[in-house]
C-alpha cells in the first residue's frame, strides 16, 4: 500500500474500533489511537510476513501488543485477514465471544496473554530466541507503552536481548507520554527513551508514530540489522484521530457523552447517529 | 564429612535427570538465575544453547520462559526459593498460569534451608502463595532419588508445576516405590494406628526419627510423606487417616495456607459437609515468628517443629484420644 492507502486504512481501523468500543462502551481508545497507524503500517505496509486465513503459519512474525490494555486495537485487523469472523467484533466483551478487553492467547493471531504490564517483551525474547534455536527467520514485534517502560522488568528484558544479540526482534514503544494520572514527564519523568534503549546496547531510532512515511523508514532499517535489537520510539498523541481526547490523560476509559460521541463520529468520517451509538 | 558417604544434593539428581535428556532433546531449555549447582557445570559447557543464564532478573526469566514456552520448547527455571516464588509471582500468574504453560519452577533451599541466611532466604509463605495458582502441581520430594523421579516425570509429561528441593543432602528414603507416591501424591512410608505424622522434604526425617522414638514408647505413629500438596486426592487421604485416631502436620511454613491448611481443606471438602474424618493438629511458624541467627534444628526448636516436639504433640494426641 502506499502512503494515502496506508491512510485511508488507518482511518478504516479507527472507525472499527470506535463501533467496537460505543457499542459496548468498553475498550481503551485513546491507547488504541495513539498506536493505529503503526499497526496499520506493520500489516498493511509491507513490514510483517504473514499469510491471511492462516494464523498458525509457522514462519508469520509475531506481534505482540505488550500494553494489553490496547489489545482492541489488533482485532478489526485480525478480522480482516480473516482469522475469525468479523462478526466477533460486534460481540467485544460479550459473554461467549471470542474477544475481551485485553489480549487473550486464544484469539487467533494473539501470541500471547497481556494486560498486565510489562511481560511482553520478555515473552517477545523468548520468541526471538526459539526463533533463533529452531532455524526460524520469523521476527518478532512488540508494542510497548512509554508508561510501560516504568516496569523494571522491561530491562531486563532489554538486557537480555541486547546481550544475546536479538536483531529478530523490535520494540516499538508508543511514546503518548500519556497514563492514567498525567504526563509522563510530570510524574517521573521517563526522560530520553532513545537514549535508555541505545545505552542498553540497542539500535534506536526516534520517529513520528502518525507518520506513514517516518514509519516506513524505521521498519526499513530491519533489512540492515547488525546484531542488536531495534527500539523504534514512536511519538505519538494519545487519542490521535478525536480532537477532544487527544493528548488528554482523563479519557483513557471514559466513554463521551451522546454529543461528544457525533463529534467523534464527523472527526472519524462516520455518519451521526441518534444517540451516538453505531 | 566422607564426601562418598554424603548422600547426592536434591538439585544434582534434578540436573543430572533433565541434563540426561537434554542431550536427546533440543528442545529441553534449562534457565537459571544465578544458582549453580555441581551437575550444571558440565551442561553449561556441554549444551551452551541449552543452558541460559538470565542474569539475576527473574521477572525476564519467566517472562521469557513464556515465550519460549509458547515456541514449543520445554522450559525449566531454576533459582533459589524465595526468588523464583514471592520475587517474581505476578509473571508466574499472568504468563504461565494465565496460559497454563509446560513450564517446571525449580527452587532451591524451600522453607528454612538457608537457615543462616534468615528471613530474605526463608521462603515461609511459598506453598501458600504458589498453591494458590491456577493449574500448579506442587511437588516436594524428600531425597534425592525422589528428586530425580520427579524431575523425569516432568520430564515425560511436561506441565505447569513448582517443584520444591531441599538445598542440604537428605538421607535417601526411596529405594523402590516412589512410582506409587508419585501417583498418589503421598509415600505412607511408616505405618501406624494412632497418630499419622504428615510432612514433606526435610522434615520427613525429622517426621520418621519421631515415630520411632514414639513407638518405643508404645505409641503406634506412622509417617506420610505429602510428596504433592496441590493437587491432593481428598479420597485416598480420607481412606488413609481412616485407619489413624488423629494427624499431626509439622511443616517449615506459616500455617496460613501451608502444607497443613491443605491437608486440612482437602480433608474438609472430601467430607463434602459432613465431619471430617480425623481430628488434626498443625505445626508450623505461627504469625508474628521471629526471626534470629541460628542453624536448622535451633530454628525448629524455636519455631515448634523440632524433632522433641513433634514427639510432644504426639504424644499429647494420644493421651487425648480414646485408648
Redo the contacts between chains.
Keep these: 500500500m502506499n502512503i494515502n492507502d496506508l491512510e485511508d486504512k488507518a482511518l478504516w481501523l479507527r472507525q472499527e474500533l470506535w463501533e467496537m468500543a460505543m457499542r459496548q462502551k468498553k475498550g481503551h481508545i485513546p491507547s488504541s489511537y495513539s498506536c493505529a497507524d503503526i499497526v496499520t503500517a506493520l500489516y498493511y505496509g509491507g513490514v510483517l510476513n504473514y499469510k491471511a486465513g492462516d494464523p498458525d503459519y509457522a514462519d508469520r512474525d509475531r506481534v505482540i501488543v505488550s500494553k494489553g490494555h490496547a489489545a482492541m486495537v489488533l482485532y478489526p485487523v485480525l478480522a480482516d485477514l480473516g482469522y475469525f469472523p468479523a462478526d466477533e467484533l460486534k460481540r467485544f466483551t460479550e459473554p461467549g465471544g471470542l474477544l475481551g478487553m485485553y489480549a487473550d492467547f486464544r484469539i487467533p493471531g494473539i501470541e500471547g496473554i497481556s494486560g498486565s504490564l510489562g511481560h511482553g517483551l520478555g515473552m517477545g525474547a523468548g520468541f526471538a530466541l526459539a526463533a533463533r534455536q529452531d532455524g526460524h527467520d520469523y521476527r518478532t514485534f512488540v508494542i510497548l507503552g512509554d508508561g510501560e517502560c516504568y516496569e523494571g522488568s522491561i530491562w531486563e528484558s532489554a538486557m537480555f536481548s541486547a546481550h544475546h544479540k536479538l536483531d529478530n526482534l523490535v520494540a516499538i514503544v508508543d511514546r503518548n507520554e500519556l497514563c492514567i494520572l498525567g504526563r509522563t514527564e510530570d510524574l517521573v519523568a521517563l526522560g530520553d527513551l532513545e537514549d535508555k534503549w541505545r545505552s542498553f546496547g540497542w539500535n534506536a531510532i526516534s520517529i513520528d508514530g502518525h507518520d506513514f512515511a517516518e514509519i516506513g523508514d524505521a521498519f526499513a532499517k530491519l533489512d540492515k540489522l547488525d546484531g542488536r535489537p531495534l527500539a523504534i520510539i514512536a511519538n505519538t498523541v494519545k487519542g490521535k484521530g478525536v480532537s477532544f481526547m487527544e493528548g488528554r490523560s482523563e479519557w483513557h476509559n471514559r466513554m463521551p457523552s451522546d454529543e461528544q460521541m457525533n463529534t467523534a463520529r464527523g472527526e472519524l468520517g462516520l455518519a451521526a447517529v441518534q444517540g451516538g451509538e453505531a | 564429612m566422607d564426601m562418598m558417604a554424603r548422600p547426592q544434593l536434591q538439585r544434582d539428581a534434578v540436573i543430572e535427570t533433565i541434563v540426561a535428556a537434554a542431550r536427546k532433546d533440543?528442545d529441553i531449555l534449562f534457565i537459571s538465575a544465578d544458582l549453580g549447582a555441581a551437575a550444571l557445570d558440565s551442561f553449561r559447557e556441554d549444551f551452551p544453547?541449552q543452558f541460559?543464564h538470565?542474569?539475576i532478573?527473574e521477572?525476564?526469566?519467566?517472562?521469557?520462559?513464556?515465550?519460549?514456552?509458547?515456541?514449543?520448547?520445554k522450559v525449566f527455571l531454576y533459582a533459589m526459593a524465595p526468588f523464583i516464588t514471592a520475587r517474581c509471582y505476578?509473571?508466574v500468574k499472568?504468563?504461565i498460569a494465565?496460559?497454563n504453560l509446560p513450564v517446571t519452577l525449580i527452587a532451591v533451599g524451600v522453607g528454612l534451608g538457608y537457615d543462616h541466611a534468615t528471613l530474605t532466604h526463608f521462603t515461609p509463605e511459598d506453598i501458600a502463595c504458589m498453591r494458590a495458582l491456577n493449574g500448579i502441581e506442587v511437588l516436594t520430594p524428600s531425597d534425592a532419588n525422589s528428586a530425580a523421579a520427579i524431575a523425569q516425570a516432568c520430564i515425560d509429561d511436561p506441565k505447569f508445576r513448582y517443584i520444591r528441593l531441599e538445598r542440604q543432602p537428605l538421607a535417601a528414603l526411596y529405594h523402590s516405590g516412589f512410582d506409587a507416591a508419585l501417583k498418589d501424591g503421598f509415600g505412607h512410608l511408616t505405618a501406624g494406628s494412632r497418630v499419622a505424622i504428615v510432612a514433606c522434604g526435610y522434615l520427613t526425617h525429622n517426621a520418621l526419627a519421631a515415630a520411632d522414638a514414639l513407638r518405643d514408647s508404645g505409641i503406634e505413629a506412622g509417617v506420610i510423606d505429602l510428596v504433592r500438596v496441590k493437587p491432593l486426592d481428598g479420597a485416598k487421604l480420607t481412606e488413609l487417616f481412616a485407619g489413624y485416631d488423629a494427624v499431626l502436620t509439622v511443616e517449615e511454613q506459616l500455617l496460613e495456607g501451608g502444607m497443613g491448611s491443605a491437608l486440612a481443606e482437602a480433608l474438609i471438602d472430601a467430607a463434602d459437609g459432613r465431619r471430617a474424618v480425623v481430628p488434626i493438629k498443625r505445626l508450623g511458624l505461627r504469625d508474628g515468628f521471629e526471626v534470629v541467627n541460628g542453624d536448622r534444628g535451633e530454628l525448629h526448636r524455636l519455631y515448634g517443629i523440632g524433632t522433641d516436639q513433634i514427639i510432644t504433640a504426639a504424644e499429647h494426641l494420644a493421651e487425648a484420644l480414646p485408648a
Design positions: 533440543k544453547d541460559i538470565a542474569g532478573a521477572q525476564n526469566m519467566v517472562d521469557l520462559a513464556s515465550g519460549l514456552a509458547l515456541s514449543g520448547k505476578e509473571q499472568c504468563v494465565s496460559m
